[in-house]
């Protein structure tokens, strides 16, 4: 598949704000007390990680 500038762009943005999500979780993960807080935070992270992931695939 073949990707126009638009689309590179865009992809590239999606990329970068998962990644930005997944940093920004793990950071509050890090802070949480509660044990059920911390797991809900580090499971938001690995999603984030996932679609970037995928994200990434589109890429080539």
Do not use: V
Not at 43 to 53: E, F, I, P, V
């Amino acid at each position: 598949m073949n990707l126009n500038q638009m689309e590179l762009q865009n992809l590239r943005h999606l990329i970068g704000a998962h990644k930005n999500g997944e940093k920004k979780l793990n950071f509050y993960a890090e802070q949480c007390q509660d044990p059920q807080c911390k797991q809900m935070f580090q499971q938001a992270a690995k999603s984030c990680s996932q679609t970037a992931q995928k994200l990434m695939s589109f890429l080539g």
